[in-house]
């Protein structure tokens, strides 16, 4: 059961990625019908910014309000649809039933849709997998990348199958969206097999439980938190046995306050027990690797907070303060990432092999990105690197410099490119992709580990809302640096 939900995972962060990426793939064809439009940066843009708004209602409203499975599977009924017009489209420009502004427009109508609903199912899917142990968060971003590398393979099948010709083309463009459409009711098919597993259902059921009664919480003695075998239990993720309990309450003096409620830390007396409990708005924090989380959700005797809106800022203030070292990382990592990828390593030119090159760089990258994922499980476990914090910023900032290199592999003086050759461009970018993947794997993994089990759904939903920052500012950069390539 353990891997067949892993399997699961890999295709349901296949899902939420998939439709994008066929845009992505498809690139060579969408720049032959929309030549003028620079479709190659317009979609990656408008796809990023249509995909923020979303998630943040998500992490607003949508973990208190809305079921994940609801969620999910809305946004894929929209996939289908939106992904399903694409081809129609073309039809309609190849029998001049529309023009091509408006064909444009449409398509880019349909990306909208695509965008804003993959921003609820990522947050939706990477919140789940916030409440199961650490390897399924990073199952989600293998299957991300995985999706991506069959995409780009189904274009080269698909674009070496048919004539290259403009006819050919366009028939093996069709062809390529009917597949992706078939791959996405798989992943669809999987998401559901995967939710209704006793294995996801066991761990989800947990976390949602008041975090006192999951975690066993008894006493509080000279200020620490002690649990009744003083042991992190089976139903904590990726948490030992040998885990230091220390108490590192997430809501302090001046938030309580607000609430009306006591501290985390203040202790309520109970005369029948003969011994004192915290209250159920506390918080139950472990060390791990010298960071704590805690959990501020509140149990079953908590007083409910006069402002439910205040108490999840407050939550969202607690948590943000636990992991926003990892946000920030997320935000280096996939500024260079999305200022490379798609936009400028489609452009990095090539005399040998033409108009193949752009569909060979998306696969190179792709096929780096999947790479630089599996290396956090082989042929090292990351857990025995150490990875702390500061190490992964330490590579975030170093892959700064890789984003100038590329734009002097696509440009320079004249618009003739400073670094020429095929190599060089095909090496900056797998790095790009290896690296980039590795770190922001490992930092989406263990943000929603610095907070509690109840708090791991919100958390991972914050995560995504980084990451999605980060998308958005790279490839803000990436339309900001095209005028002059």
């Known amino acids: 059961r353990?891997?067949?939900?892993?399997?699961?995972?890999?295709?349901?962060?296949?899902?939420?990625?998939?439709?994008?990426?066929?845009y992505v793939?498809?690139?060579?064809?969408?720049?032959?019908?929309?030549?003028?439009?620079n479709p190659e940066f317009v979609f990656v843009v408008v796809y990023m910014v249509a995909t923020l708004p979303p998630v943040i209602f998500n992490v607003l409203?949508?973990?208190?309000?809305?079921?994940?499975?609801?969620?999910?599977?809305?946004?894929?009924?929209?996939?289908?649809?939106?992904?399903?017009?694409?081809?129609?489209?073309?039809?309609?420009?190849?029998?001049d039933d529309i023009s091509t502004a408006t064909g444009f427009r449409t398509t880019l109508a349909c990306l909208v849709a695509i965008s804003i609903f993959s921003g609820?199912?990522?947050?939706s899917v990477y919140g789940l997998a916030g409440m199961l142990p650490p390897r399924f968060t990073m199952a989600l971003m293998m299957g991300e990348s995985l999706a991506a590398v069959v995409a780009a393979l189904d274009r080269v099948i698909t674009k070496a199958t048919y004539s290259q010709d403009q006819s050919g083309l366009r028939e093996s463009s069709f062809t390529f969206f009917y597949v992706s459409l078939g791959l996405l009711c798989l992943c669809w098919g999987a998401f559901e097999l995967v939710f209704r597993s006793k294995f996801v259902h066991y761990y989800v059921s947990a976390a949602k439980q008041a975090p006192i009664s999951a975690m066993h919480l008894e006493t509080i003695e000279n200020g620490h938190i002690?649990?009744?075998d003083g042991t992190a239990p089976e139903t904590c993720i990726g948490m030992t046995h040998d885990t230091q309990l220390e108490s590192s309450p997430l809501v302090?003096?001046?938030?309580?306050?607000?609430?009306?409620?006591?501290?985390?830390?203040?202790?309520?007396?109970?005369?029948?027990?003969?011994h004192t409990h915290t209250h159920n708005f506390g918080a139950v924090t472990k060390r791990r690797s010298g960071q704590a989380y805690a959990s501020i959700s509140s149990g079953n005797d908590a007083a409910p907070a006069p402002d439910s809106s205040l108490a999840v800022w407050l939550r969202i203030k607690a948590i943000t303060r636990k992991q926003w070292r990892y946000m920030a990382i997320l935000i280096v990592i996939y500024i260079v990432t999305l200022g490379v990828y798609p936009s400028m390593a489609s452009l990095v030119p090539s005399e040998k092999i033409?108009?193949?090159?752009?569909?060979?760089?998306?696969?190179?990258?792709?096929?780096?990105?999947?790479?630089?994922?599996?290396?956090?499980?082989w042929p090292v476990p990351y857990q025995r690197l150490n990875w702390t914090p500061r190490r992964l910023a330490y590579v975030a900032l170093a892959r700064l410099v890789l984003l100038p290199l590329v734009v002097l592999c696509v440009t320079g003086p004249g618009n003739t490119p400073v670094l020429r050759g095929e190599a060089w461009g095909v090496i900056f970018?797998?790095?790009?992709?290896?690296?980039?993947?590795?770190?922001?794997?490992?930092?989406?993994?263990?943000?929603?580990?610095t907070v509690g089990p109840a708090d791991q759904e919100l958390a991972g939903n914050i995560m995504v809302l980084a990451m999605l920052v980060g998308l958005t500012l790279g490839s803000s950069l990436a339309m900001a640096i095209s005028p002059a390539i």
Request: aromatic residues 12%; charged residues 10%; hydrophobic residues 55%.
């Open 2 to 22: 353990w891997h067949a939900s892993l399997l699961g995972f890999v295709l349901c962060g296949s899902g939420f990625v998939l439709p994008f990426n066929s």
């Open 25 to 37: 793939a498809a690139f060579d064809f969408f720049h032959d019908v929309y030549a003028g439009y």
């Open 61 to 95: 409203y949508g973990v208190e309000r809305f079921s994940p499975e609801g969620r999910i599977r809305l946004s894929f009924v929209v996939f289908l649809c939106a992904l399903g017009v694409v081809p129609l489209i073309q039809h309609a420009l190849l029998n």
């Open 120 to 123: 609820v199912q990522q947050s």
């Open 226 to 228: 002690v649990l009744a």
């Open 252 to 274: 302090d003096d001046d938030d309580a306050a607000l609430l009306s409620i006591p501290a985390a830390s203040t202790p309520v007396h109970d005369g029948d027990a003969g």
């Open 354 to 377: 033409g108009t193949w090159m752009p569909v060979l760089m998306i696969v190179l990258f792709n096929v780096g990105d999947l790479i630089g994922k599996l290396l956090n499980g």
């Open 429 to 449: 970018v797998f790095v790009v992709a290896v690296t980039g993947a590795y770190v922001a794997n490992l930092a989406m993994a263990l943000g929603p580990t």
